[in-house]
């Protein structure tokens, strides 16, 4: 057998992410590597952070790109965040919430569970009761866009009522950040991660986090090391932080970090209000689409996310066969249901790039030749 190049087909990605990634990032990606001590990219770094810090409207000065996938900027959040002992309020109205429970109980913590069903946002008053109830909690996790089931939860109300309640607050916005409306400071959200490879459409791998002050306060005060080596971030704070010197403590991705660098630009000139406003208008499109095609949503409407559109698959479909054709044929790749909705679902992602109106009349129009075949 002979091994050749791998040349991958060009799809077209509205699925829960990777997302589509614009030629202009691509190319960054492909620029000549440099040290990752070099200082010339450490002045891209610098800047990197500042890209970061609007794209999570943040003054935070520990705003960085952890190096690796959405997941382990969960991790860094749960694991700096908690120790052994401490109760933490885990909410949980999807895959991703579920997520954060095994972190907590993994951290040593203590998770106490308000459970959504899913589909619906996060219960604000029934996170106020666990807060009541649980007066000894010392932190509040929840996703704010829930990628398994296409909700939206209210952060800014749920951010408020913590800082009531004097606890801190850890929120994933992997799949929000870009796509829809989030203040971390005016919501004064403390330990905040997202993702490359969603509304940022960049590469896979690079997990966006951003750390309050009061956040930071609790990491150094700790009274245990963090277990993890990598992701203990009193030791990375050396690596991302100190004006234009940096000490080793583990090697950059730095090519991908060019890719990041590149598609936060991007958002930056389109402006971020700008951003979310055409995820909205590309999802009114497609719903109205889908709605002429007699599809019905999973979330009710004020608490739908443009940028994850989950659809009951209808009656008598085989949802994996129509999911192949659409890949083969269009070469359109879309999501399949997760957890609660495995075969009663499709996501079709509207992320970034891919959010355009060329992208939502194709997908229609091959949504509605497969099911007529
Ligand atoms: C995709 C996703 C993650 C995990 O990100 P990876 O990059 O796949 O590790 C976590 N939370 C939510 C809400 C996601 O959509």
Known sequence: MTIQSFIPPHRILMGPGPSDISPQVLQALSRPTVGHLDPLFIQMMDELKQLLKYAFQTENEFTIAVSAPGSAGMETCFVNLIEPGEKVIVCRNGVFGERMRENVVRAGGIAVLVDDEWGKPVSVDKVEQALKDNPDAKL????????????????EALGKLAKQHDVLTIVDAVTSLGGVPLKVDEWQLDAVYSGSQKCLSCVPGLSPVTLSPVAIEKIQSRSTPVQSWFLDQSLVLGYWS?????????T????????????????????????WQRHREMHNKLKAGLDKLGFKFVVDEESRLPQLNAIYVPEGIDEAKVRSHLLNTYNLEIGAGLGALAGKAWRIGLMGYAARPENVALCLRALEESLTQ
């Open 140 to 155: 509040l996790a929840f996703v704010h866009a829930e990628t398994s089931t296409g909700a939206c939860s209210d952060a």
């Open 242 to 250: 100190g004006e234009g010197k940096r000490s080793y403590h583990h």
């Open 252 to 275: 950059a991705p730095v090519n991908s970090l060019y890719a990041l660098h590149e598609a936060l630009l991007i958002l930056k000139n389109e402006g971020l209000e700008n951003a």
